[in-house]
């Protein structure tokens, strides 16, 4: 499929999930949740290590196929907005936010189909604050104003 066509179907499946959940706020509980634990729960659960953990042996814990422990709201978060600033974003991303176009290291996790993985993006970007509040930054690069387009409802 051509990149054209690929950006096209993205930007229709966005669309109709994003229809679909506007009339009711997307939340970790109802929406986040569920699909976290389809997608990313047997890598990032509570067998995993926390981030600093994570970070001491990070060679280690990838062998071990675990990554940084997310299984609560609260933890997600840490990937979100701090301290792990704009972490989920830059992890999930589809490339249509980078200036080479290069998909972040675990979109392909999120469904095996591209049109799934758009879908359950659009979940997550959602959940976030949609795109104005998919912001890529890293910690200590993000402003205050930024900060407060999160809206990270459980």
Not at 93 to 101: I, V
Request: charged letters at 30%; one cysteine or more.
């Amino acid at each position: 499929m051509g990149k054209n066509l690929a950006s096209v179907l993205a930007a229709a499946v966005t669309g109709l999930v994003m229809a679909g959940t506007a009339a009711s706020e997307v939340t970790y509980r109802d929406h986040v949740r569920p699909l976290w634990e389809a997608k990313c729960a047997a890598c990032h659960g509570a067998e995993s290590p926390y981030l600093g953990e994570f970070e001491e042996d990070q060679e280690r814990y990838k062998r071990e196929l675990k990554g940084p422990r997310m299984d609560t709201h609260a933890d997600l978060i840490f990937f979100v907005a701090w301290p792990d600033t704009g972490a989920l974003m830059r992890r999930l991303d589809d490339g249509s936010n980078t200036t080479d176009g290069k998909p972040g290291n675990m979109y392909e996790h999120l469904g095996e189909t591209e049109t799934q993985r758009q879908r359950n993006l659009a979940v997550f970007k959602a959940w976030v604050g949609g795109d104005d509040a998919w912001i890529m930054k890293r910690p200590g690069e993000i402003t205050k104003e930024e900060l407060d387009r999160f809206r990270l409802a459980y």
